[in-house]
Nanobody, 129 residues
Framework: QVQLVESGGGLVQAGGSLRLSCAAS????????AGWFRQGPGKEREFVAF????????YYADSVKGRFATSRDNSKNTMYLQMNSLKPEDTAVYYC??????????????????????WGQGTQVTVSS
């Protein structure tokens, strides 16, 4: 079992920055990689970013590329999503998710929600114009 807890959401003005955290606990040695997703009001959940658990490789959705950056602190089993130049359309509940090493699939990054085994509870990000 893996537990994920997000934090760091809040209200920010357009153009501002926020850093989200995702703390992992439990059998973290079984994690292959982790993703960030978001779901805005009236919208479907969408992929934001992926990071291998080693922290060596990352992948981003086009909508956030160049503005968001994900990273990992190995000593804390914590993943981060640094969000800069925020826009009102970034308003959403942000989730982190973990994919296990034992999950099938040959890609090195995963953008589909069904590719993940554990999810956090989400944290609200609101960007005002």
């Amino acid at each position: 079992q893996v537990q994920l807890v997000e934090s760091g959401g809040g209200l920010v003005q357009a153009g501002g920055s926020l850093r989200l955290s995702c703390a992992a606990s439990g059998r973290t040695v079984s994690i292959y990689g982790a993703g960030w997703f978001r779901q805005g009001p009236g919208k479907e959940r969408e992929f934001v970013a992926f990071i291998t658990w080693s922290g060596l490789r990352t992948y981003y959705a086009d909508s956030v590329k160049g503005r968001f950056a994900t990273s990992r602190d190995n000593s804390k089993n914590t993943m981060y999503l640094q969000m800069n130049s925020l826009k009102p359309e970034d308003t959403a509940v942000y989730y982190c998710a973990a994919r296990l090493v034992t999950s099938s699939g040959g890609a090195w990054y995963y953008t589909g929600g069904n590719s993940y085994d554990y999810w956090g509870q989400g944290t609200q990000v609101t960007v005002s114009s």
